[in-house]
């Protein structure tokens, strides 16, 4: 979604990051680059002035201009702006009310509200554990009713029955009634839209918030929308007085500016985004986050958050294990390559990755897509049992049929199949035998020096501070392991930039090693 003015940001604020000194002129100049950038993203005029005049007063400061490093000075200041034009913190639905709680979505035609109103049932049922019913209040599309009916099926929710007829108020206190008597804790009305804002709308969101009392009116809005987001936004904030938006398609290619406008002229906070067509494709909106993103900084905390929603802790603790005894077949690769599909592929982990949201552009130039993991999953689906767990057995009669069966040629199986053989022996090496492989007696050494205890020698980095994992980062690169120097490495470089450990070591917070680690990124061509 904020690529284009990510890359804009990044390469304005990179030249005030790369000077020695700042003047005043040079800040001057920066900002109206930066504000040219937001206007081309569709951020509404208003909101850029507010933000860009904020920044000026901020940075021209004798503080600022006469500091070590200005130019960085000058960053954390954009990254607090925006931050504070987003929403300082972030805001979930409140159901903080008597129940049943009425959740009331409101927005015009075309911009997600039944889907989203699925999509926030799911959330709510799964993670808060809450009985909800759904109820259709659009009687003028035709098939409205009945959509939300199948998103019930889908998602496991209750949906009010349809009675043909009913006027869209009449639903409404139909609906709160039946969720008192079926003892719902949640109750969300899917109301009508329009193509744009009239009257006729407006007057019926408003008789309806009479009748069914809402704790929450959600306003869903299209983030493609551009510069009219604000009028739309404001509208609704008018007329029928919204408490959060959510905004839908946070996954196009749009630029981001309805994101950016309509929390900084409401005043009210974006509380949830849809990241894709699924119904578990919606997040929480983290305020610090976005603004991360935007500025290039990464988000690891929605990167560890998605590995602890998608990978099975069990299944990677196995693998961990596995890995440690040198063991590590064609079945571990395909699972290896499967969580990294399931983490967004590899350009959705790399725009997390502080740092890497550059290298996007630069593996889709070196062929190193999503595309290519499809191909190696298919090359591995298409051998047999003994094969995947004994690829020494594949001679050329085999490749041959194996590249039939997967569309693929031999030199991709060959490709796949050198891939494996660097992360096999890697993993011999990092947890051979002797006195607990390469990895732990280094690891251990560093824990040692570092008095930081752990199982078997390996310092357990769960219970490490910032500082203690900066240190031992130092530390581990001078010993010459430096993150992305071992091509094909599962765990190439876990976040906060260690190397990956096998899956042997903890995140902070007790995730076994994201999976067993990702895959590391073979086939980028070496400079020569």
């Given at each position: ?29 920066a ?133 043909a007829?009913?006027?869209?108020t ?18 969300i ?23 069914s ?47 950016l ?7 009210k ?98 062929g ?7 191909r190696q ?26 590249a ?5 040629d ?46 078997g ?10 500082k ?5 980062q ?9 993150p992305?120097?071992m091509?094909?490495m ?19 917070g007790?995730?076994p090693?994201?999976?067993?680690g ?6 980028l061509?070496?400079?020569?």
């Amino acid at each position: 979604m904020f690529e284009s003015l990510q890359d804009r940001l990044g390469s304005i604020l990179s030249g005030l990051t790369g000077r020695g000194a700042l003047s005043e002129a040079d800040v001057s100049a920066a900002l109206r680059e930066v504000r040219r950038a937001l206007l081309e993203a569709d951020v509404a005029l208003e909101v850029v002035r507010s933000f860009t005049d904020r920044v000026r007063e901020k940075a021209v400061g004798a503080e600022v201009l006469k500091s070590i490093k200005p130019g960085q000075m000058v960053v954390k200041i954009v990254h607090d702006e925006l931050v504070e034009m987003l929403g300082s913190e972030g805001v979930g639905i409140d159901l903080h009310a008597v129940a049943p709680v009425v959740i009331m979505m409101v927005g015009l035609q075309g911009s997600g509200k039944t889907t989203t109103t699925g999509k926030i049932a799911k959330r709510l049922t799964d993670r808060e554990k809450k009985k909800v019913l759904m109820a259709s209040l659009d009687t003028r599309r035709p098939a409205a009713q009945e959509q939300l009916r199948q998103l019930g099926v889908q998602t496991g929710v209750d949906t009010l029955p349809i009675i043909a007829g009913q006027s869209p108020t009449d639903i409404a206190a139909r609906a709160v009634q039946a969720a008192k008597l079926g003892g719902h804790d949640v109750v969300i009305l899917d109301t009508a839209g329009r193509t744009h804002i009239d009257e006729p709308l407006m007057q019926e969101m408003a008789e309806i918030k009479r009748k069914s009392n809402p704790h929450e009116i959600l306003l869903v809005a299209d983030s493609l929308t551009g510069q009219d987001a604000v009028n739309l936004a404001r509208n609704f904030d008018e007329r029928v007085g919204i408490t959060g938006l959510v905004l839908t398609r946070m996954d196009g290619d749009g630029r981001g500016g309805a994101a950016l406008s309509m929390r900084a002229v409401t005043g009210k906070p974006i509380k949830l985004i849809g990241t894709g067509e699924k119904m578990t494709e919606m997040e929480e909106f983290h305020p610090r986050r976005i603004a991360d993103r935007i500025l290039g900084m990464g988000d690891i905390v929605s990167l560890v958050e998605k590995a602890a929603e998608n990978i099975d802790a069990e299944k990677a603790r196995a693998m961990a294990e596995k890995m440690a005894k040198g063991k590590f077949d064609l079945n571990d690769l395909a699972d290896q390559l499967r969580q990294m599909k399931s983490l967004g592929g590899m350009g959705g982990i790399m725009g997390l990755m502080p740092g890497m949201a550059g290298m996007k552009d630069k593996l889709a130039a070196a062929g190193m897509n999503d595309k290519v993991f499809d191909r190696q999953i298919a090359i591995i689906q298409s051998m047999t049992k003994a094969e995947r767990a004994n690829p020494d057995i594949l001679k050329h009669s085999r490749k041959k049929r194996i590249a039939a069966g997967s569309g693929t040629d031999a030199s991709d199986i060959n490709k796949l199949l050198k891939m494996h053989r660097q992360m096999a022996d890697m993993m011999k090496m990092m947890g051979g035998k002797g006195k607990g492989g390469m990895m732990k007696q280094m690891m251990g050494g560093l824990a040692s020096k570092m008095g930081l205890g752990g199982m078997g020698g390996m310092p357990d980095l769960s219970k490490l501070d910032p500082k203690q994992l900066e240190a031992l980062q130092k530390q581990a690169e001078a010993a010459g392991l430096k993150p992305g120097s071992m091509p094909g490495m599962p765990g190439g470089g876990l976040p906060g930039g260690l190397p990956g450990l096998g899956g042997g070591a903890k995140l902070p917070g007790g995730l076994p090693g994201l999976g067993g680690g990702f895959p590391g990124l073979p086939g980028l061509p070496k400079k020569k």
